[in-house]
């Protein structure tokens, strides 16, 4: 599998923010909660409800695919 430099600086960042917490989820968590609250350009939106039922549900979706009009 190739090595993927982006992924790779993720995994870099989360090993350095972790064992900076000693690896305390409950730190890390506080910590990342603590960041977000800061943040200004967070959006607030009301969830969406699908028009079509959710797979998760129970029922299945199907997609109905139209000829494009000319």
Avoid: W
């Avoid at 993927?4 to 989820?25: G, Q, T």
């Avoid at 990342?32 to 079509?52: C, D, E, H, T, Y």
């Amino acid at each position: 599998m190739r090595k993927d430099p982006i992924v790779a600086e993720i995994h870099k960042f989360r090993e350095a923010h972790a064992r900076k917490f000693n690896y305390d989820l409950d730190a890390i968590f506080d910590d990342l909660q603590q960041k977000q609250a800061k943040r200004k350009n967070l959006a607030s939106l009301p969830p969406i409800k699908p028009a079509v039922p959710c797979a998760a549900e129970g029922h299945a979706v199907y997609r109905i695919m139209r000829p494009a009009k000319t």
